[in-house]
């Protein structure tokens, strides 16, 4: 073995010296390279990306197991410990609910009344595939989640994401098994929403904080804690009326907003059909 | 006994150890933890890795393994590609040079040494990250990043530390 190893060493040695000098600054010149391409949004940097991704989300599912299981014994634990309190409180949004479903049901029939005399064809979004999350990153400049779904599986770029309780973000990156969703609170995202009741129109923009700015607000807008936002619809990405999160806060110029989804908790996702491209998403396999 | 061919094999694949465990580290920081915000400050195991092995076996940490781990992490986390493959390159070529200072001497010698290198090659990739977007980034997080790992890098290097025999000192 060692005999072997150092005839192997012997040979290679007089080229491994300069190979790896050069290997050095060439690969230096490559990572250069990738940095200014990416930049300038080049195909081959994002499909580089994506066929990475897609090695790797065999290898996280795989080791998501064990993590998923912990993190099912701790929901499970903490829910056993709250149970008396979460049972009230159930029986309370219950009684409040049932209320509000008489409602609903009253406002449902005058809809569907009032769309069929104006010919209205509904737009309801429906989702194109639900996922799981099988990687969140952050470090401290990047906000965004993996999902083991793909091209394969009828996901395209765009596509807005959403969990159970609102809107995340949308699809930034497709491979043919995974794709990245860039969330809310990222730098680079800008979604169009209404701030609900006075229907005002924004840009909710991220800044890498927990909570996104509202930016492009009316001027003459009043803006209170408390207030829905919702997305807008406008420019064709966000289906419109989606819940987004709620404003907390108002200092000057700068309204914050507190996400409806919890984002370092999430666990599936459903990916929308972007108005328009739904029906070349669903053609293809 | 093994053939000759078999052997060089065996070498050849335990030369690869270090960067199958850097690609693996990626891996776990990427892990969907659920933990509010620990994606922001997870340990730079990646970086630990590279810092480990250019050490103590530069040979099989070459600088080709050191850009394959850091464009994994690039494509992984969704930041900047290249970024980190770069940073990784630089720290592995300075930790080579710098590697008799280190080589043989007590661990707490080798901690500081990752302490720096770890300092150095996080707000590196913090700085070049807030040119690269046109802002500056939380520091905050950037520093919990760097005390965690520095925290946890005792552990790691007492785990690789048992595969230090397996890989073959190259020179």
Known sequence: MKSAHSRLNRLSAPFRGPLQRYSFFVLIVVALGLLVFGKAQTPVVAQVRANLSDVATPLLEALSHPIRLARALGEEASHLFFLYRENERLREDNRRLLKWQAIARRLEQDNRHYQALLKVTPEGAKPVVTARVIGEFGGSFARSILLNAGTRDGVRKGQPAFSGDGVVGRVVGVGRLSSRVLLLTDLNSRVPVSVEARGYHAILAGDNTDYPRLTFLPVAAVVEPGQRVVTSGIGGVFPPGLPVGKVVSVFRDKVRVKLMSDLDRLEYIRLFAVPGVAATARAVP | ?171
């Not at chain 2, 052997?7 to 933990?35: E, F, K, N, T, W």
């Not at chain 2, 001497?105 to 700085?127: I, N, P, R, Y």
């Open chain 2, 1 to 171: 006994m093994r053939s000759g061919v078999m052997q060089q094999i065996d070498a050849g694949s335990r030369q690869m150890i270090p960067l199958a465990l850097g690609l693996g580290g990626v891996l776990v920081m990427c892990m969907p933890y659920g933990l509010p915000h620990l994606a922001r400050v997870m340990p730079a195991l990646g970086l630990m890795t590279v810092y480990y092995w250019a050490i103590r076996r530069p040979a099989a940490m070459p600088p080709v393994a050191a850009f394959v781990i850091g464009l994994w992490q690039d494509a992984l986390t969704g930041g900047p590609l290249g970024l980190m493959a770069l940073i990784f390159l630089l720290l592995r070529g300075f930790i080579v040079t710098q590697r008799p200072v280190f080589v043989g001497k007590a661990f707490l010698v080798d901690w500081w040494g990752l302490a720096l290198v770890s300092s150095a090659g996080l707000a590196g990739g913090w700085a070049l990250a807030g040119v690269y977007f046109g802002t500056v980034f939380e520091i905050r997080d950037l520093i919990v990043q760097i005390l965690l790992t520095v925290a946890l890098y005792p552990v790691l290097a007492r785990l690789f530390h048992h595969l230090l025999r397996a890989v073959p000192d190259g020179n």
